[in-house]
């Protein structure tokens, strides 16, 4: 009786020639590092800031990591640039010029994320960059994108909570985002709206599709679920809270906790759809390393041709970054007015205050509650970025602004008022924003954003203006009498004082 054979596997074919790709990839990456600095620097700081962005500094670890599970599969694979990918990098520096005229960070990196893939197509070729598809896309993620969904989830959630109420039989009266029940109020503030649930929900549904599942309709089918499943749990999350409220006899103490329960449901709920994605994973390896005589004999790149690729790209990529440096190098600053005129029946008191570098201020007298006054004025030529930069800067001013409510003070004949009034109860906090652009009151959104675009691009007679007006009060005192004071200090000054827009309008004219 003969010995069983054991055969041999097959040699394996050439793959990729890292040796090759190392030139290009690293000149290409750092230079376009250097390229969009801004927006890398803006992304990491806004991942520590954030709660709902803290997994990012896990997204290249994690692609590592699916690059190494995909090793197999790249067996064979040999690195072939692809020239006919370098006309992708057109139509992003195209998008990233529009998202910086447009003052929208968010764009500008999304644009940027996408040069590192048209970076790798080009130099990796196309067979093998789809080998490494997955793990590729995922760094899509190390955008801190997703803030433009947060009143929409407000939205759902409210509605969640309108519609649970009524089938418990809880009496309620919703006005907005505010809730009230006979046994307090609660508020749908934008910490409640389940963003972060989301974010995290579906980044990690991505990750769980790409290691469990080999068909693309069983990733595309769990990814769903893990963006739907979130948003249907926080409006279940929230609904409960406000249930426990009144059961409990009290909203403050079910609202005491809510975020670290509002964690412990979202552990359960992950957990839930970990099960359900369970029973359906396919766990077979790719049999490319037992074919990989197909990739005998491909063609293998040049150092030459690999890095003059890498640099084709870089080139495109900056055309965005140096078209907009010169249409900035034409908005010359312009100087703040220092004093503004707010009627006759107000004394004016000078702070001599710079709140930042060009933002100035005034303190107004017009009755038993001193206001203050801050105003900032910008190129006609600038774009919506630094004025909502200023815009976030002066509304805050130190102030614990957690969960500020919006709505806008409409004037008494029933047109739409030019200021938006910005309010807090925990901490308590008062402010007034009005934005002027071309001359008239603008209201923060796409159009105005892009109008001042297109004013970047063809000048304006006038320059956009930002003003906030707030009781000059002690916030941290929390004083009721003065609170209630400045609660009616505030719109009585706004209303009784038209001239005031007159005022804003000649101070803007260039």
Known sequence: MSAPVLSEAPPAAPSADWRVLAPPLAIGLPLLGFLFDGEVAAAVRTWHASTAYNYCFLVVPIALFLLWD????????????????????????????????LGIMEGRQLAAVGFVEVLLLAVLGGRLW???????????????????LTPKLQDLTTLFIRHG?????????????????????FFVAEACAGLRFLIAS???GCLYALLMYRSSMRRLIFILAAAVVPIVANGLRSLGIVYLGYVLGSARAAAADHVLYGWVFFSFV?????????????????????????????????????VLTALVVVVVAAVGPVTAAVLTSAAAPVATPARIYVGPDCIVQPT?????????????????????????????????????????????????????????????????????????SDPAYLIAVSVWVDGKAARPGLAMRLQMALNSLTGSAYAPLILTVKAAIDWEKRDPAELNAAADALPHFLLSHPELDATIRALSAR
């Open 352 to 424: 001599g205050r710079i709140v930042g570098v060009a933002t100035r201020s005034q303190r107004v007298v017009c009755g038993t509650v001193p206001l203050d006054l801050s105003w900032e004025a910008f190129s006609p030529r600038s774009t919506a970025a630094p004025m909502m930069a200023a815009w976030r800067r002066m509304v805050v001013q130190g102030a614990l602004t957690d969960g500020l409510q919006a709505h806008w003070l409409d004037q008494p004949d029933g047109k739409a008022g030019a200021w938006q009034i910005l309010q807090s």
């Open 165 to 185: 109420l009524a089938i418990l039989g809880v009496p309620a009266y919703i006005d907005g985002y505010i809730i009230e029940i006979p046994q307090g109020s």
């Open 270 to 306: 992950i957990l839930a759809l970990l099960a359900f994605g369970l029973p359906f994973r396919q766990d077979e390896t790719s049999t490319r390393a037992e074919q990989s005589s197909a990739g005998t004999g491909a063609p293998i790149a040049t150092p030459r041709i690999s």
């Open 130 to 148: 789809w080998g490494m598809a997955g793990p590729l896309l995922y760094l899509y993620f190390l955008v801190p994108f997703g803030e433009f």
């Open 70 to 101: 995909r090793r197999h599969h790249l067996v064979g694979i040999p690195a072939k640039p692809t020239p006919m990918a370098l006309w992708l990098a057109v139509p992003l520096a195209v998008a990233w010029l529009m998202a910086e005229r």
């Open 202 to 204: 579906v980044a990690f």
